[in-house]
């Protein structure tokens, strides 16, 4: 796997990666460089056999600070801003639509398009100090992008408010809203975010693929729509021998041994 200047990435036995946001100097800002670099690290994850479970996270004081002002203030014209968000929106579509569980460990602060990550992420759990906001609107700058993030994780009411006012909420009531799944202690928290991940890999890669896949396209679909693709994805699911392992090991009261097949 390629090198980065701005990340640091690892890989254990268990095929848990973990990629370190590593621009402190900037907060982990999402500049075009980071956004470049994420992608090509995720791109390369896909074709990864091994790797089962990727968790994101920051280095230094805090998470990710949303994207970087000094590079926006540095734009000068339609094209290049068009240009950044939609590399951007490109970054959030590939986590949304990798085939591998992506876990955001959170500590800090995670702001605008920081909060969108953690948003873009299957999974995120933070420390108890950690504080998440789409604060935009203080600056002239509505959180549009960060917004459709947000607003598929958590209800309108809330979204609305933190869009509206760019007031931070602190860890406890992002959980209460759904943005994580949970905060715990600094110390707790490295081996909270490691048992989840532990516990997914455990899994077939195979099945955790076509149940991601499908988790987020069937949210977009109305009810009745939603269970005939579900229940053809429940078929295919049967005849892959996987699931047949699945059910045997289970009646067998044995592990099972998984083929991704």
Not at 28 to 33: K, T
Request: aromatic letters at 6%; hydrophobic letters at 40%.
């Amino acid at each position: 796997m390629k090198t980065f200047k701005n990340l640091k990435i690892s890989q254990n036995e268990k095929g848990i990666v973990r990629i370190i946001l590593n621009d402190s100097k900037t907060y982990n800002s999402l500049s075009s460089d980071m956004i470049k670099s994420l992608l090509t690290v995720l791109k390369e994850l896909e074709k990864d056999q091994q790797s089962k479970v990727i968790i994101i996270e920051g280095a230094g004081k805090g998470f990710c600070a949303g994207h970087n002002l000094k590079e926006i203030q540095s734009l000068k014209n339609k094209d290049s801003y068009q240009a950044l968000f939609s590399k951007c929106s490109a970054l959030m579509l590939c986590i949304t639509n990798h085939s591998k569980p992506i876990i955001a460990k959170i500590h800090g602060a995670a702001f605008a398009a920081g909060c969108q990550l953690v948003g873009s992420c299957d999974l995120a759990y933070s420390t108890n100090k950690a504080i998440f906001a789409t604060p935009g609107v203080n600056i002239g700058l509505f959180c549009s992008t960060p917004m459709v993030a947000l607003s598929r994780k958590v209800g309108r009411k809330q979204s609305m408010k933190m869009l509206l006012t760019g007031d931070a909420i602190k860890a406890k009531d992002a959980k209460k809203i759904g943005l994580i799944n949970d905060c715990f202690s600094p110390i707790k928290l490295e081996k909270e975010v490691i048992k989840i991940a532990n516990k997914i890999a455990s899994k077939s890669n195979l099945v955790l693929k076509i149940g991601k896949s499908a988790f987020y396209k069937q949210l977009e679909m109305p009810l009745e729509n939603a269970y005939k693709y579900t229940s053809k994805i429940m078929t295919q699911n049967m005849i892959m021998e996987d699931a047949k392992e699945g059910i045997n090991s289970f009646i067998e009261k044995r592990l099972p041994i998984w083929k991704n097949k």
